[in-house]
């Protein structure tokens, strides 16, 4: 994958990587990785969704959500958590995707949409995954090609399956690699 030109927000530990609707993945994990750094808390908050106070109520010993005025020290920690993890994600999006964002709730949500609007469903993603594998299988090196352009090639459709969760061994890499190179 080339790099994404002219990326001079977000390269900072203290600024979140700045998305722009272009390279999705490659601000996925970096963003990923700013936020397990800043406060690994803040990434179960996007995982499992924001942490409600609730209490008990009568005998059923039903719960219900708490009043602010009901919070105690651990009850505010946790819901700022919520806030955090909300700000980093709207602090990393550029204008246009904060129209495509800006009605969710949660940082779960808006991990959720930009997901879902550019990897696509379980079902596109099926299709990008079958389509990468067939692309592995038949994977050849150019005519008119350098060793080096083949392997930038072979490493972006490694990446885009590991992307989609499917992990190749290094000697399964290599065999791979040796195997279509030209005998001259």
Request: include cysteine.
């Amino acid at each position: 994958m080339v790099a994404p030109p002219n990326f001079e927000e977000g390269q900072s530990t203290y600024i979140p990587p700045r998305f722009n609707g272009q390279y999705y993945r490659w601000w996925k994990t970096r963003m990923h990785d700013f936020i397990i750094a800043e406060d690994s808390e803040l990434w179960d908050v996007i995982c499992d969704g924001p942490y409600v106070p609730t209490k008990k109520v009568g005998d059923l010993a039903m719960t219900v959500p708490k009043m602010r005025k009901e919070y105690n020290n651990a009850d505010r920690k946790a819901v700022e958590k919520k806030f955090r993890a909300k700000k980093i994600l709207v602090c990393g999006i550029g204008p246009d995707e904060y129209n495509r964002i800006s009605a969710c709730q949660s940082a779960k949500k808006i991990w959720e949409t930009l997901q879902t609007a550019h990897e696509g469903t379980t079902q596109v993603k099926k299709s990008k995954f079958d389509m990468l594998t067939t692309e592995y299988e038949l994977f050849r090196m150019k005519d008119d090609e350098s060793i080096q352009d083949m392997h930038t090639r072979f490493t972006f459709i490694i990446n885009e399956l590991h992307s989609l969760g499917e992990i190749i061994s290094k000697n399964k890499l290599v065999r791979k690699i040796v195997s279509v190179l030209p005998s001259s």
